[in-house]
């Protein structure tokens, strides 16, 4: 069972820009279809990018795209979220998430593996 930790969270001006990094032990990441997923106070937690094992498809929320790149370094286990011309409502914990089953999803539910999160704090 793969063991996921978030780094890279802070506080940024409206326009900045952060990397969150999601580190696995116990399991390669090789193995697994990895996602992010935020959730803001109040809102459900939701989708925000997903990669497939060889980084060969990669599937963004509408919200996100054009701004946020999600990357995957098998050979360091290891997932990134580059996230650009950050706004407001991009404020949230940031969430690591990972899966077995073949395809890229986009619920929560279809994710097993959980890490514990990343605050992203974006003021304006």
């Known amino acids: 069972q793969v063991q996921l930790v978030e780094s890279g969270g802070g506080l940024v001006q409206a326009g900045g820009s952060l990397r969150l990094s999601c580190g696995a032990s116990?399991?390669?990441?090789?193995?697994?279809?990895m996602g992010w997923f935020r959730q803001a106070p109040g809102k459900e937690r939701e989708f925000v990018a997903a990669?497939?094992?060889?980084?060969?498809?990669?599937s963004y929320a509408d919200s996100v795209k054009g701004r946020f790149t999600i990357s995957r370094d098998n050979a360091k286990n290891t997932v990134y979220l580059q996230m650009n011309t950050l706004k407001p409502g991009d404020t949230a914990v940031y969430y690591c998430?990972?899966?077995?089953?073949?395809?890229?999803?986009?619920?929560?539910?279809?994710?097993?593996?959980w890490g514990q999160g990343t605050q992203v704090t974006v003021s304006s």
């Open positions: 116990g399991r390669t990441i090789s193995d697994y279809i």
């Open positions: 990669i497939s094992r060889s980084g060969g498809s990669i």
């Open positions: 998430a990972a899966r077995t089953i073949l395809s890229v999803a986009t619920r929560p539910t279809d994710y097993p593996y």
